[in-house]
């Protein structure tokens, strides 16, 4: 089963070309894309996740098509950005509540577990803006635990992240891979060493 299908993608800037009839389907797994800065690697994942349109081609999540049936395809997946904004006034809880409600779904006993696993709890009440990048990073990864989503799209994870938190990190997309479709764009390769299903070179 194809979790994601990319179907002659063209992306251009200005000149530059950064993907030209692009073709790429991925199944469940870990799937690690790679390549030097400024290759395309966050332009992909934008893509795929709906937040950049997709100018020519097709790209569907779980059968569904990225821009004419949106809703239902990003219902599917969760997109976690290499820099997490949020917006500023908001607290560290009320962004999960947010991600569950849009989800239509509420937090789980599972997901305060991992809140406290990883030493968040402590700050659910505080707002972004004082968050350090790396307190905002473990809110913005916890939302992939909301509302079981079949694709998790990564760009850059483990940047910020404390050891202990790394490591559950890790340990939580192992435990997925069977089940879940994961795309990591990272250069932190040494983390998940010979996990990863697949690597795609941009």
């Known amino acids: ?24 389907e991925f199944k469940s797994g870990i799937h690690w894309i790679q390549g030097f800065n400024g290759c395309g690697k966050s332009t992909l994942l934008k893509s795929i996740s709906g937040i950049l349109k997709v100018p020519d081609g097709v ?7 990225i821009n004419s049936q949106a809703i239902k395809a990003k219902s599917e997946l969760c997109y976690v950005a290499d820099k997490p904004e949020v917006f500023p006034f908001m607290t560290g809880i009320q962004f999960l509540e947010m991600v569950a409600k849009i989800k239509g779904t509420k937090l789980t006993q599972d997901l305060y577990d991992w809140l406290d696993n990883i030493n968040l709890t402590q700050f659910n009440n505080t707002e972004f803006s004082q968050m350090s990048f790396g307190t905002r990073r473990k809110f913005t990864l916890s939302a992939c635990l909301i509302a079981q989503p079949q694709v998790i799209l990564l760009d850059e994870p483990f940047n910020g992240l404390d050891t202990h938190t ?23 390769t040494h983390i998940l060493k010979e996990e ?7």
């Open 1 to 24: 089963m194809n979790y994601i299908s990319i179907q002659n993608l063209n992306i251009n800037y200005d000149e530059l070309k950064v993907f030209e009839n692009f073709n790429k």
């Open 59 to 65: 790209v569907k999540i779980m059968g569904f098509d």
């Open 166 to 188: 790394t490591m559950c990190l890790k340990e939580w997309l192992i435990q997925s891979k069977d089940t879940k479709c994961i795309l990591i764009a990272s250069h932190d």
């Open 196 to 202: 990863y299903d697949s690597i795609l070179n941009v």
